[in-house]
């Protein structure tokens, strides 16, 4: 049975307010302060086709008047996109009658029908929550946020009866004063696929043709470049080949004549300033692609052949890299990049389009996974800043956002359609992701 103690307004704050001591330390009240247009929806993540079911019926059966982090969550969801609204998620144990209020996870989102700014924001919420995504997932916003049922202006949408669509409510309470939100406890939790969604900035380092460098920041989530890029005054001073970001100021790269360097970032903000570069080696290091993985090791591959090397310190000297590992030959990638946050997993393209992702054991030991079988051999660089977050850079400047919902299963049916961060501009001839930032 749904929950029935929804008052009217006269009487909600007395409700809300009754238990004074419950209250105090529970009740999610937000100020209105003011009305936004509905102009659009929610800033929704990047989300691959995989999805959950939609949340069966499960109501209040214990009483623990403590907000959960799923719905104070959606709260905060819609505040950022509509303009705070008076909220009201928890409700005292002895108020009323069954109520999901009373265990944290229901959200009474005070719009009133009547008002016809607030009743744009209601149809913009319930639209946006109930749409088919691109993959044809019906209602697909209200099961990865693990919603279990709404009320709203005398009717009812329960995702345990979805087929039925919107079904009449007669409650005493007919909701037009306010939207209600019940969330199962998954939802109520954020353990749906909402919140496991990456969050964190892909933060790029590039080198244009004349040597100099750039720095960018990309959201991870949705793909939206949000600083940058930011173009340094000085040039590297040698020829590039390759390089690997280890941190979000020091950069490592392989040069024409097979010597190593260290780049130290002073700053990367309004402007790029980096100390010259410091030569760790002046011979060995004819890796064409390099790629550390955030965990304290650097991949390199040169002739095809995949080396493992340990760094020990934010800022290595060449002493600080040791442990040279082959892992094995064959590797003829022609992108490579590391699938952090896990250690070991590296991940690249080849000439025909495969993608490719390889779980690094030791000397001869890996384990190889076709991730896409074609179609990525457009890209002539592979980023990732971990959280299953991959960028692909075309040579014609243009640059791809992807998430893979789970880039350890060894399986690419996960991975979602390309969204484009830029359609030009990206015109570095090397690039490399700050690993972990994304998670």
């Known amino acids: 049975m749904v929950g029935t103690s929804h008052g009217r307004v006269a009487t909600r704050a007395a409700m809300f307010a009754k238990g004074s001591s419950v209250v105090a330390l529970a009740l999610v009240t937000v100020l209105s302060l003011g009305v936004v247009p509905a102009h659009a929806a929610p800033g929704t993540p990047n989300f691959g086709p995989g999805i959950e079911g939609y949340a069966g019926y499960d109501g209040q059966d214990t009483c623990d008047p403590v907000a959960k ?82 009320i709203w202006n005398r009717r009812i949408w329960k995702a345990y009866e979805a087929s039925s669509g919107w079904q009449s409510y007669s409650g005493s309470n007919p909701h037009t004063d306010h939207i209600h939100v019940s969330f199962g406890w998954a939802g109520a939790r ?144 022609k992108t490579l990049t590391a699938a952090g946050p896990r250690p070991d997993w590296i991940l690249g393209t080849t000439a025909d389009g495969r993608l490719l992702s390889y779980q690094i054991m030791g000397a001869g030991s890996w384990n190889p996974y076709q991730l896409r079988p074609a179609t990525w051999q457009t890209y002539d660089h592979l980023l990732s800043p971990g959280g299953g977050v991959y960028l692909g850079h075309r040579p014609d400047g243009s640059m791809a956002h992807y998430i893979d919902t789970n880039a350890y299963n060894g399986n690419g049916s996960d991975i979602s359609a390309a969204r484009a961060v830029d359609s030009g501009g990206w015109g570095q001839v090397l690039l490399s992701a700050q690993p972990g930032t994304v998670g």
């Not at 303009?83 to 409700?91: D, E, L, Q, V």
């Not at 109520?99 to 009133?112: I, P, Q, T, V």
């Not at 244009?208 to 600083?227: C, E, I, M, N, Y």
């Not at 890796?287 to 955030?294: E, F």
Request: contains cysteine; proline residues 4%; hydrophobic residues 35%.
């Open 69 to 150: 982090p799923g719905v104070s969550g959606f709260r905060d969801l819609l505040n950022r996109a509509y303009g705070s609204h008076t909220a009201y998620i928890t409700r005292a144990c002895d108020v009323g009658g069954t109520s999901e209020h009373k265990e944290g996870r229901a959200l009474d989102y005070m719009l009133d029908v009547n008002d016809g700014a607030d009743r744009a924001v209601a149809d913009d919420v319930l639209s946006w929550l109930l749409a088919t995504d691109q993959y044809g997932n019906r209602h697909a916003m209200a099961r990865r946020l693990g919603v279990m049922y709404i």
């Open 190 to 333: 954020k353990q749906t696929t909402w919140w496991s969604a990456p969050s964190g900035p892909a933060n790029v380092y590039g080198v244009l043709p004349d040597g100099r460098l750039t720095f960018t920041s990309v959201d991870g989530a949705t793909g939206r470049r949000t600083h940058g890029a930011v173009v340094s005054g000085a040039k590297l001073g040698f020829t590039p080949v390759a390089m690997a970001t280890l941190n979000f100021n020091t950069i490592l790269f392989t040069s024409d004549t097979s010597e190593l360097y260290r780049v130290d970032v002073i700053t990367n903000n309004d402007s790029l300033v980096f100390n010259p570069p410091v030569r760790l080696d002046d011979g060995g290091w004819s890796h064409d692609l390099l790629a550390y993985d955030g965990n304290g090791h650097l991949y390199g591959i040169a002739d095809g052949v995949l080396r493992r090397y340990t760094i020990g310190t934010a800022k290595p000297a060449l002493g600080d890299i040791t442990g040279w590992t082959t892992i094995g030959k064959g590797f003829t990638l």
